[in-house]
């Protein structure tokens, strides 16, 4: 039986780490916040005192963490005086990345990796809460053939596609130009239901339009950002739940990072992220992404008081 590590329980790696126990794989859990092992141990996860306790003898190891800097301190013991998960890791472990973070830092942990001959690959994730929860995550994967073609059989655990973008932080890139373009469709929705509403259209009736139309998009079709349209959506539960404005957040900063790096033009990631920013300075950083239709219906507001 494979024994599967899974470090970082938050709100996605704690339902993913579910669906590993359930689909019958001895599963070693960790988290800084030892609350959060308790619901998989209670499933039949085992837990660990610490990161590497969690990967010592496992087959695979899976990590799903805030940020670059977690990564590399992570598996390269960067910034203590403890040595990392490639130091204690067995030969032939496979380690799959599922953070969202910079591809630098990805490809970083891959070279280091290679250099001990264990296959890494990025797979940062779409999807959110309910796809973490439901096990039909898309997983966005960087890495060697052979790391691909090994993970792709744990992630089919918790994951509806596997797509392989390219080699060591492939993942990575491909996933913040796709949640750049999410943002992008998520705003230009919120705005063009905006201007119906305050022409009188009843916004359900305007959905069903623009879905069939030139301007119909997955906003529209999955996650209308409008309350009352589309039942199941955060929207429609006062944007509680789904994916929170602080991760767009950091993946467009991650987004403008790369476009500096690539001296790639991406004005509309740009004003994206400065609405986004803005939004999330207004208290609403723990909200669903989809509550960025309320900078508009706002407008609206102020302009009829004036």
Not at 32 to 49: I, W
Request: some cysteine.
């Amino acid at each position: 039986m494979t024994t599967i590590a899974f470090i970082g329980l938050g709100h996605m790696g704690a339902p993913m780490a579910a669906n590993l126990v359930k689909s019958g794989a001895t599963v070693k859990v960790f988290d800084l916040v030892p609350e959060t092992m308790k619901s998989l141990t209670e499933l039949g996860a085992l837990s660990a005192p610490t990161a590497c306790g969690a990967a010592a003898g496992a087959d695979v190891v899976i990590t799903m963490l805030p940020a670059g800097k977690h990564v590399r301190s992570l598996y390269l013991g960067e910034g203590s005086s403890e040595k990392g998960l490639l130091d204690i890791v067995a030969s032939g472990t496979l380690l799959i990345d599922c953070s969202t973070i910079d591809a630098q830092s990805a490809k970083l942990v891959a070279e280091v990796a290679a250099s001990k001959g264990l296959e890494f690959i990025d797979a940062p994730v779409s999807g959110g809460t309910a796809g973490a929860a439901a096990g039909t995550l898309t997983f966005i994967c960087g890495g060697s053939d052979l790391a691909f073609e090994q993970a792709s059989k744990v992630l089919t655990h918790m994951g509806a596609n596997i797509l392989h973008a390219g080699g060591p932080g492939a993942g990575q890139v491909a996933k913040i130009c796709n949640n750049m373009l999410l943002s992008v469709l998520m705003i230009a929705t919120s705005e063009s239901l905006q201007m119906g509403i305050d022409h009188g259209l009843d916004p359900k009736v305007l959905s069903e339009i623009m879905k069939v139309s030139s301007g119909g998009n997955w906003t529209l079709d999955k996650y209308n950002p409008c309350p009352e349209v589309m039942g199941s959506v955060p929207s429609s539960n006062g944007y509680q739940g789904g994916f929170m404005v602080d991760l767009m957040v950091k993946d467009l900063g991650l987004s403008q990072e790369a476009a500096l790096l690539s001296n790639s033009s991406t004005p509309m990631g740009a004003l994206a992220r400065s609405l986004y920013v803005n939004h999330a300075r207004q208290g609403n950083g723990e909200r669903d992404f989809s509550s960025i239709f309320e900078q508009f219906n706002n407008v609206k507001q102020i302009k009829s008081k004036g």
